[in-house]
T-cell receptor, first 114, second 113 residues
């Protein structure tokens, strides 16, 4: 089974802090994704990556950046956290190809910015 | 822009009844239609998917039907059980947006014993 592991289940940070969310997958998937999930808004794509050191903006990239130094690891960075970034963050991975590949999700990080 | 509309947003059924959730999409090039189940405190899990070359796919109590002409696809759960209670999401890729998966808003299903 594919396993996508997010380093923290719950995280509390302060406004203005730099925040790192880490995600690791064990199935040698080329594609990795970061989403945020908010009530009534479903899942919204922040950034994705098709290869090491490669990144593409999703629908809501403002205030975020990403890093993919190794194939199995994809990090989401909040450069200067703000209260409107309080949310559930989900990482996913899939095989290379078009979007016709199933995405496999981690269990999420619930981030609170105070 | 392109989107996926999912209905209903909440659904309550008695144990043993059937549940149907419907999604409508706008990109006629879409050809992959997954459904995800998200239990409390967990990430979404793929439960079934269908590609555009078939009209229906079944896996035990779960089935997905696709109507490409009308651009909608539906999740059917028969003989519902309390453990089916969860939030369900549909999704489909939009090729004029680089093939990204676009998710529906989710349906909260509650199965009452």
């Amino acid at each position: 089974d594919v396993k996508v592991t997010q380093s923290s289940r719950y995280l509390v940070k302060r406004t203005g802090e730099k925040v790192f969310l880490e995600c690791v997958q064990d199935m040698d998937h080329e594609n990795m994704f970061w989403y945020r999930q908010d009530p009534g808004l479903g899942l919204r794509l922040i950034y994705f990556s098709y290869d090491v050191k490669m990144k593409e903006k999703g629908d809501i990239p403002e205030g975020y950046s990403v890093s993919r130094e190794k194939k199995e690891r994809f990090s989401l960075i909040l450069e200067s956290a703000s209260t409107n970034q309080t949310s559930m963050y989900l990482c996913a991975s899939s095989l290379l190809g078009t979007a016709n590949q199933p995405q496999h999700f981690g269990d999420g990080t619930r981030l609170s910015i105070l | 822009g392109e989107n996926v509309e999912q209905h209903p947003s909440t659904l309550s059924v008695q144990e043993g009844d059937s549940a149907v959730i419907k999604c409508t999409y706008s990109d006629s090039a879409s050809n992959y239609f997954p459904w995800y189940k998200q239990e409390l405190g967990k990430g979404p899990q793929l439960i079934i998917d269908i590609r555009s070359n078939v009209g229906e796919k079944k896996d035990q109590r779960i089935a997905v039907t696709l109507n490409k002409t009308a651009k909608h696809f539906s999740l059917h759960i028969t003989e519902t059980q309390p453990e089916d209670s969860a939030v369900y999401f549909c999704a489909t890729p939009f090729y004029n947006q680089g093939g990204k998966l676009i998710f529906g808003q989710g349906t909260e299903l509650s199965v009452k014993p």
